[in-house]
């Protein structure tokens, strides 16, 4: 095995010795070149993978942990201004672990943390401010956890509470977060922390929370109780539905007059208030029987010697005796029936259209001739206009100016014929450099090829042309021993030889340059090996 090496070793020596100065030169450069981007390679792929250990750490947190790591030796990177820890991979949990039985991050000037120290001599006054601080610092964490929030800062109002006041103050929050850089929190995400502190708080309504971000960028106003971002949302809501529309009937009416040949304008008054409305009906079931129910009945006959009288109807007195005829009668009925009661409340949604305005222009040189009031009637059903609503649809027709699109169409021709001409004009090139690629190795080959060869001694070109001369010499007896001996027929012209044995020394010289130049190491050793022997 050692041998082989040794003796792949020899021949790789050699041929580097062949070389000219400059293939030299390459071959040193390439082999630098190789070992140098090996080099780093290695050390690419043999430096381990960082994870983050700590983030949003604060500055002495950060310090004390980047002193630790240091004192173990373990290495690590700083992100985000210092506030984020990374160490390797492999290490993360364990160092996290270790990190957590020293106490580290402390993180002790935030959250509830606070209240520990608080001993028995502490004041009211004392207590509140530290409770404060606490539920602002809890508060400042958890926002912290937001996708795309890297700081946050709360701060809380909280009015003292008097038992003899019954319209105390409610309690405000001031909210400021810094996000990270190129994002920007959405309407949800705002939401989402007006509401987080506002359910944190007690007694805190969330209309009284304002949020801004480090920009000054006020992302919720607590004087009006809305997000001010909502303004936008409505718009963007409004112009999305109006988008909406206006692409359907654009697309309706391409159909017919072709494309860009007609525009569509929507505008739409949508009502983003929420109602609430309440109906009261009482109802009666005939089937149910009564609460209550009283009845009184009186009867009275003529006739009879009873002394005095009756008073009878209308307060008249009728005799018990006598011949009159009396006749007396009072009924009286009351009944408690049992009475239903019905309520209704209808919550109505924001969003809906409380007017509607269409604008609708077609190109007078369309392809197509419509009438105005055919595209009025058409536009009108698809939009779902109504005029007791206070709709409005307006369809006029003139010709369009196509000097911007045929601009376009002509820019957009000239630019994919660059883009054309680019690629063809890349691949050009790419093709001749591994044409001059392909060139510069085949010289470079055909170079070598005459190195090899022109290293032949004078001695072996001499012993050469001396071998080509015997060759000659051996053909041309040879050729003259062949005709003595053929017998010409009679009356037939004698041969002459020279032609043929011209071309063939010819032949043979040529089919000794291609040997020399095919195998010229193999010719020049046959040739030392002659030399050697004539030598002795």
């Known amino acids: 095995m050692q041998e082989r090496a040794l003796a792949a070793l020899r021949r790789l020596w050699q041929t580097f010795t062949g070389f000219s100065t400059g293939q030299k030169a390459v071959t040193i ?5 190789l070992l140098v981007g090996g080099l780093f390679f290695y050390r690419w792929a043999s430096q381990p993978s960082y994870g983050t250990l700590f983030s949003n750490l604060s500055s002495t947190d950060a310090s004390a942990i980047v002193d630790k790591l240091s004192g173990d030796g373990v290495p690590y990177k700083l992100s985000d201004g210092g506030q984020t820890i990374q160490v390797p991979q492999a290490q993360v949990y364990d160092l996290r672990l270790k990190m957590s039985g020293e106490g580290l991050p402390k993180q002790d000037d935030t959250g509830y943390t606070l209240l520990d120290k608080q001993g028995i001599t502490t004041s009211d006054f004392m207590q509140h401010v530290g409770y404060q601080r606490a539920l602002e610092g809890e508060l400042a964490t958890t926002i912290k956890s937001i996708e795309g929030v890297s700081a946050a800062s709360v701060h809380l109002a ?22 990270q850089s190129g994002q920007a929190l959405s309407n949800q995400q705002v939401q989402a922390v007006v509401n987080l502190v506002g359910s944190s708080v007690t007694g805190m309504d969330p209309a009284n929370v304002t949020v801004a971000d480090s920009t000054g960028k006020v992302l919720s106003s607590g ?10 949302q409505r718009t963007q ?44 009906r009482y109802v009666n079931d005939p089937k149910v029987p009564p609460l209550s129910s009283t009845r009184k009945e009186e009867a009275y006959t003529g006739g009879g010697t009873a002394v005095g009288g009756v008073l009878g109807p209308d307060n008249i007195q009728v005799p018990a005796g006598g011949n009159g005829n009396g006749n007396y009668k009072s009924a009286t009925e009351t009944r408690d029936n049992a009475v239903g009661t019905v309520t209704e409340t209808r919550q109505a949604a924001p969003g809906q259209v409380r007017k509607l305005n269409v604008a609708v222009l077609v190109d007078g ?10 595209v009025e009637q058409l536009v009108s059903a698809a939009a779902g206009l109504d005029t007791k609503r206070g709709d409005t649809i307006q369809v006029s027709q003139m010709p369009f100016d196509q000097t911007a699109a045929n601009r376009t169409a002509a820019e957009a021709a000239t630019a994919a014929k660059a883009e054309k001409a680019a690629q063809q004009a890349t691949m050009l090139k790419t093709g001749g450099a591994i044409a001059g690629i392909v060139v510069l190795a085949l010289l470079a080959g055909l170079r070598a090829r005459r190195r090899r060869r022109a290293q032949l001694t004078p001695d072996e070109m001499a012993r050469l042309e001396e071998m080509q001369a015997a060759l000659d010499r051996a053909q041309a007896q040879a050729l003259e021993s062949a005709e003595r001996e053929a017998l010409p027929a009679a009356g037939d012209a004698p041969k002459q030889p020279a032609d043929s044995s011209g071309a063939d020394r010819e032949a043979l010289r040529g089919e000794i340059s291609d040997m020399v130049e095919r195998q010229p190491e193999e010719v020049a050793q046959l040739l030392r090996g002659w030399l050697a022997d004539r030598r002795s």
Do not use: C, R, W, Y
């Not at 450069?29 to 070149?33: E, H, I, L």
């Not at 391409?254 to 304008?265: T, Y």
């Open 365 to 374: 040189k369309a392809p197509t001739a419509v009438q105005t009031a055919e």
């Open 237 to 280: 809501q409004t112009q999305a539905f109006e988008n909406q529309m206006g692409s359907s009937i654009q697309q309706m009416l391409g159909k017919v007059l072709g494309q860009d040949h007609a525009a569509v304008k929507v505008t739409a008054d949508l009502d983003f208030d929420k109602t609430e409305s309440k109906t009261q």
């Open 223 to 232: 004087q009006n109780g809305d997000l001010s971002a909502a303004g936008d």
């Open 158 to 179: 909280l009015p003292e509470k008097d038992v003899f006041t019954e319209d105390a103050a409610k309690p405000t929050a001031s909210v400021l977060v810094t996000t």
């Open 29 to 33: 450069s390439v082999t630098a070149v």
